[in-house]
C-alpha cells in the first residue's frame, strides 16, 4: 500500500525567509502524481504544486518549488521569500496515475511565519 | 473557476439525530466526489467515494449505514450522519473532479458537533 510520511509537524521561518517542508512517499508504481496543499486557518485545501512522476524537471509555481528526488522517493516544498500568508497546515499528497484520483494524504506539517 | 461549496458550515446536532452535509460543484460536473473527515490537528482521512448515479465506494473501517452518501448528479452529493453520536463530531469535508484521473477541487468544510 501507498504511504506518505511528514516527519516535520512543525517548522518556523522568518518573513523573507526560505524555508523547506519533507516529504517521502512508498510506492511500487511507476505511474503517480505528487501534491502539495494548503490548509491555512480557514480550512479550505488550496493546491500549492503538482509534479508528474514521470517529468524530471521540478514543478515551479512562484515562490513555491519542489525537489523531486524519484529514487529516493522524496518530494519535498520549498517556499521562498516566506509571507506571512504563508503561515498555514501544509500536506504532501499521493495519487496514483491511471483510472483513479484517491489522494492519499501525509500527516501535515505547521507552518508559522515570523514576522 | 472549479468551484465547490458545502452546506452548511457549521452545525449542531442533538445525540440520536441525522444530519445531512450537502457539496455542490458550482461550475463544473462533477463525475466524482470524495468525502473526507478531519479530525483537529490531524490530516484528512478519505471516507468514501461516489460517481454519479452509482453507489459509494467505502474506505475500510467506514460504517456505510451510518455515513450515507448518495450522489444522484453531477452537481450534487450529500452526505448523512444517521443517528450522530459525539464521537461523530468532526470536520467533514468534500472534493470533487469532473474526469477520472483529474484534480480534486476541494470545499470549505462543515463542521459538525453531536451534543
Known amino acids: 500500500a501507498q504511504t506518505v510520511t511528514q516527519s516535520q509537524p512543525e517548522m518556523s521561518v522568518q518573513e523573507a525567509e526560505t524555508v523547506t517542508l519533507s516529504c517521502t512517499y512508498d510506492?511500487?508504481?511507476?505511474?503517480?502524481?505528487l501534491f502539495w496543499y494548503k490548509q491555512p486557518p480557514s480550512r479550505q485545501m488550496i493546491l500549492v504544486i503538482r509534479?508528474?512522476?514521470?517529468?524530471?524537471q521540478n514543478a515551479t509555481e512562484n515562490r513555491f518549488s519542489v525537489n523531486f528526488q524519484k529514487a529516493a522517493k522524496s518530494f519535498s516544498l520549498k517556499i521562498s521569500d516566506s509571507q506571512l500568508g504563508d503561515a498555514a497546515m501544509y500536506f504532501c499528497?499521493?495519487?496514483?496515475?491511471?483510472?483513479?484520483?484517491?489522494?492519499?494524504f501525509g500527516t501535515g506539517t505547521l507552518l508559522a511565519v515570523q514576522p | 473557476g472549479a468551484v465547490v461549496s458545502q452546506h452548511p458550515s457549521r452545525v449542531i446536532c442533538k445525540s440520536g439525530t441525522s444530519v445531512k452535509i450537502e457539496c455542490r460543484s458550482l461550475?463544473?460536473?462533477?463525475?466524482?466526489m470524495f468525502w473526507y473527515r478531519q479530525f483537529p490537528k490531524k490530516s484528512l482521512m478519505l471516507m468514501a467515494t461516489?460517481?454519479?448515479?452509482?453507489?459509494?465506494?467505502?474506505e475500510q473501517g467506514v460504517e456505510k449505514d451510518k455515513f450515507l452518501i448518495n450522489h444522484a448528479s453531477l452537481t450534487l452529493s450529500t452526505l448523512t450522519v444517521t443517528s450522530a453520536h459525539p464521537e461523530d463530531s468532526s470536520f467533514y469535508i468534500c472534493?470533487?473532479?469532473?474526469?477520472?484521473?483529474?484534480?480534486?477541487?476541494f470545499g470549505p468544510g462543515t463542521r459538525l458537533t453531536v451534543t
Open positions: 461516489s460517481n454519479e448515479g452509482s453507489k459509494a465506494t467505502y
Open positions: 510506492t511500487s508504481e511507476s505511474d503517480y502524481y
Open positions: 499528497a499521493y495519487r496514483a496515475g491511471g483510472a483513479t484520483n484517491k489522494l492519499i
Open positions: 472534493s470533487a473532479s469532473w474526469t477520472v484521473s483529474y484534480e480534486q477541487y
Open positions: 509534479q508528474e512522476a514521470y517529468k524530471q
Open positions: 461550475d463544473f460536473q462533477a463525475t466524482t
